[in-house]
């Protein structure tokens, strides 16, 4: 690993006695991995350079009492990046591979509370280099006054790259520059600069039909090589030119297997052959194999345009297209626009089919499945084939008994392919309208959550209708998630009803018997009674011996809300009971003295007609954990060979909120059974005091899991575990690594709060190497 000198600067606060210690966060990034280049402070910033399919390695060095919590940001121009990889919330930052799009400036962020968070910042840079990539341009100039004739190739050459690229050309095994060939330029064009670099061929000569390489290179950098790419150039050099094999546009039917052929028809060198869509991509059932693209059974959405490109790099790509046109329509729709029909009144039906391609559309009508013909009284008329949806109308002059009877609208298309689709329309004497109620005590329908509720519109006319169902809100869906629900028999059925469920809901007749009545609507009340939403779901309060406890339990939605109650409960024993106040949305109970009898776990029950909601209080003593001192001046030293010492140092967190503690249970384990012993307390403890116990007799280079816990007259609190270890690195006298963090919910269990783990090691003195003259003082920092 490389080694990188560092200077941090610790801020502590201390009280008179030199015990209480406060310390706001300070962050430093350090950087390990490949690095090609790193510029320390550049213009206030610092740049990592690092070559494209490398690993990125970034760690944040912090210091600060309780110890930071860490998170990486990045931030790519004006665009924010948030990583979906748990490396977010860790000291090192690790991107295996890194990709050119992950360039950009990396922030490491730490915070615990004090002061405002600390915040550093370094920019990485990815380099790479793509191969070259050579396209050729010919002009043929016209006889300007019959002395001018010039026929001239322009060869570019185009790498994509970071840092930017230099290019050369060859031809053969000759370097090609300015001025070496009176036949040859060499330039950049200035509206791009640095992207290009053009090989123009001057009306061309029989030595210019060469082999022409062109070289890309970013000198090297990050070890990267230089790149290159040869093009034959020649009397017979042409750009591409296709043809395709199909018609235009190709009418298919669904389900159809669809081939598009595409063939080159020139170009030099051959060209490469791919098919592009207007959908954005191919379909996925595609299969392109050479110039062909075969679309099995086919969709709707799979119709549009598709083309043919093709391209060697010489001129422009060739570019041919064809059209795809399904025969695809919708139900025709037949509608009419009285409510009743009548003898001696007009009756207009019409039918309205979307179909494609529209010009291919045809109707026809029947009257009792005979073929139907336009006359003075019943007149045929379609609209204009290009307006979309086609509509056909019928119009029964003068209504007479005779013209009873089942009217049948049918629609086909010219080409065939495609069964015909039809509608039947009943005339009759007996038509009898549509009629809609909500039948008696069926709305307002008052359900509870979870229940099956049948919401109901009792229908009647003849032929019966469909009723289709809504809410009145027009902004909210229906309970499967669609805008509108189909019924047949009136009822619409809801299975596990949810509070989110409560409103009005529309009943409406769809089109009644072929016909466009005027809909008739009712609405439906729907009531969902549900028990109370509570807070908070679970508090734990950790209080001492003799000091009083509040627990409060606030409703937050209830219906009915009239009718709450509530009761506290002590594990299974009733305390309290009552009904709540109109005026209040919480209820209180009070212990004012706390005793050995009062710790566990209370219950408040709050209770309408439809259940109860709960609100849990884990009463407790137990002292909260230890937080580790992780920045300890030289905290190791050795006895003897193969022996060192620890210092250990921590403070109690909120040491105040329970009874004093008086003593901590060491615990040290190696592979081996553990051992422990007890760390007597003389007196209170005060919030950031500092307390330090030396480890001694630990041998290396074994690792040691420490776990500390405080004890209370509840008993042991929560525990605190980080991981001694007698392997160094980068320098003498042991190393430090912080651990897991566990919290005991009780004596005797074990559950792991956080599964980070945290690299660390002692903090060193080092003399910094800096430039003649300069001189720098010993100072604390991490070894990496």
């Known amino acids: 690993h490389e080694l990188i000198w560092l200077r941090c600067k610790v801020s502590v606060t201390l009280n008179q006695s030199g015990g209480i210690l406060i310390a706001p966060p300070s962050v430093r990034i350090i950087h390990s991995g490949h690095a090609c280049n790193v510029e320390e402070e550049r213009h206030a910033e610092r740049v990592y350079t690092i070559r494209e399919g490398e690993t990125l390695e970034l760690t944040c060095l912090v210091t600060g009492h309780p110890r930071p919590q860490i998170r990486w940001t990045k931030t790519a121009g004006s665009v924010s990046d948030r990583f979906q990889d748990s490396s977010v919330f860790n000291e090192t930052l690790h991107i295996a591979k890194i990709l050119r799009t992950q360039g950009g400036r990396y922030y490491c962020k730490a915070e615990n509370g004090l002061g405002s968070p600390a915040i550093k910042s370094i920019r990485v840079d990815v380099y790479y280099l793509d191969d070259p990539v050579v396209t050729v341009h010919q002009s043929i100039g016209e006889a300007k006054e019959q002395f001018y004739y010039e026929r001239t190739v322009f060869l570019r050459c185009v790498a994509n790259s970071n840092p930017p690229v230099r290019y050369s050309w060859h031809r053969g095994r000759e370097v090609l520059t300015q001025g070496s060939d009176k036949g040859v330029e060499i330039y950049e064009p ?98 392109v194999k050479g110039g062909t693209l075969t679309l099995p059974a086919i969709t709707t959405d799979e119709a549009g345009v598709y083309s043919c490109v093709s391209s060697n790099n010489v001129g422009n790509p060739a570019k041919k297209s064809t059209t795809i046109v399904g025969r695809f329509w919708i139900t025709p729709d037949p509608y009419h626009n009285d409510d009743n029909i009548q003898i001696g009144r007009e009756v207009k039906i019409s039918c309205q089919v979307e179909a494609t391609p529209p010009e291919e559309l045809t109707f026809s009508w029947l ?49 065939g392919g495609i069964p015909e689709i039809s509608i039947d329309v009943n005339i009759s004497s007996t038509t009898v309208p549509p009629n809609l109620t909500v039948p008696r005590g069926k709305s307002p329908l008052v359900a509870r959550e979870g229940d099956t509720v049948e919401l109901e519109c009792l229908v009647s006319g003849k032929p019966k209708p469909i009723i289709l169902w809504s ?229 290396k280079p074994e690792s040691y899991e420490v776990r500390l816990t405080p004890i209370t007259r509840f008993g042991e609190g929560d525990s605190t575990i980080r991981i001694s270890s007698g392997h160094p690195r980068g320098c003498t006298g042991g190393g430090i690594t912080a651990a897991s963090w566990y919290r005991h919910p009780s004596a005797g269990s074990e559950t792991l709060l956080n599964d980070r783990h945290l690299k660390f090691v002692p903090s060193c003195s080092w003399i910094s190497k800096v430039p003649s003259g300069i001189t720098m003082i010993p100072t604390m920092t991490y070894c990496v």
């Open 471 to 699: 809410r009145a809100d027009k902004e909210a869906p229906m309970p499967d998630g669609s805008m509108q629900m189909e019924s047949y028999d009136g009822v619409l059925r809801i299975v596990n009803v949810s509070r989110e469920m409560t409103g009005s809901y529309r009943c409406q007749t769809s089109q009644f018997n072929g016909f466009n009545v005027k809909p008739r609507e009712a609405v439906v009340e729907l009531i969902v009674q549900y028990p109370p939403t509570v807070e908070p779901v679970y508090m734990e309060m950790r209080q001492g011996l003799g000091r009083p406890v509040v627990m409060t339990c606030r409703v937050l939605r209830a219906h009915p809300s009239r009718v709450l109650r509530f009761e506290w409960l002590l594990s299974n024993r009733l305390l309290h009971a009552g009904a709540f106040d109109a005026q209040r949305d919480e209820t209180e109970y009070t212990i004012r003295s706390l005793n050995r009898d009062g710790w566990g776990e209370y219950t408040c029950n709050v209770i309408n007609e439809a259940g109860a909601g709960k609100c849990t209080f884990q009463v407790t003593g137990k002292a909260y954990p230890p937080e580790f001192y992780y920045d300890t001046y030289s905290p190791l030293w050795q006895n003897r060979p193969r022996v060192y010492g620890f210092k250990l140092q921590w403070t109690q967190m909120n040491p105040n909120a329970v009874d004093r503690i008086v003593a901590y249970r060491l615990g040290i384990r190696q592979s081996a059974p553990s051992k422990s012993q007890e760390i007597p307390v003389d007196g209170a403890i005060n919030k950031g005091e500092l307390m330090t116990h030396n480890l001694t007799e630990l041998i």
């Open 190 to 287: 200035f509206f791009t600069q640095g992207e290009t670099k053009i090989l123009k061929l001057k009306n061309l000569r029989p030595q210019d039909y060469a082999n022409y390489s062109c070289v890309a290179s970013v000198r090297n950098v990050c070890g990267i090589p230089d790149r290159s790419v040869i093009f034959r150039l020649t009397n017979k050099t042409a750009s591409p030119s296709i043809k395709l094999l199909v018609e235009d546009p190709i009418v298919v039917n669904p389900g159809q297997t669809v081939s598009l052929v595409c063939i080159a028809t020139g170009g030099e060198p051959s060209p490469i052959l791919t098919w592009i869509s207007s959908n954005e991509s191919l379909p996925q059932r595609s299969v």
């Open 367 to 415: 009257k009792n499945g005979r073929a139907l013909r336009s006359s003075e009284r019943m007149v045929i008329t379609q609209t204009d084939p290009d307006i979309s949806p086609g509509t056909t109308n019928l119009d029964i002059i003068d209504l007479k008994f005779t013209d009873f009877g089942t009217y049948t609208c049918v629609a086909a298309l010219k080409g």
